[in-house]
């Protein structure tokens, strides 16, 4: 199973940018559909966005789609989330997740197998 660390998190005001960066090590990175996921205090988590194993194809939530950008470096075994005109509502716990199934856009937590441990971003108004 691939392991995952994310970086990149922090304290932002609203409007600002913040870039996340997931690192996997384990196995092949390219073999792996990847996503991200989100976690607001009180709520569940929900879908931020996804890529597959060659960064051809990406979905977003409603939400961020157009302001939150995914991509990958199979090279360096990375995937990001740029994220701009952040706004309040995005302040949660983001976290990487990994599926074996390289072709998929995974949009659902059941269809990840690894997860990472999650990164704090906050934006204040």
């Known amino acids: 199973q691939v392991q995952l660390v994310e970086s990149g998190g922090g304290l932002v005001q609203a409007g600002g940018s913040l870039r996340l960066s997931c690192a996997a090590s384990?196995?092949?990175?390219?073999?792996?559909?990847m996503g991200w996921f989100r976690q607001a205090p009180g709520k569940e988590r929900e879908f931020v966005a996804a890529i597959i194993w060659n960064g051809a194809i990406t979905s977003y939530a409603d939400s961020v789609r157009g302001r939150f950008t995914i991509s990958r470096d199979n090279a360096k075994n990375s995937v990001y989330l740029q994220m701009t005109s952040l706004k309040p509502e995005d302040t949660a716990i983001y976290y990487c997740?990994?599926?074996?199934?390289?072709?998929?856009?995974?949009?659902?937590?059941?269809?990840?197998?690894?997860w990472g441990q999650g990164t704090q971003v906050t934006v204040s108004s």
């Open positions: 997740a990994g599926a074996w199934a390289p072709r998929v856009l995974a949009r659902t937590e059941r269809e990840y197998d690894a």
């Open positions: 384990g196995r092949t990175f390219s073999n792996y559909a």
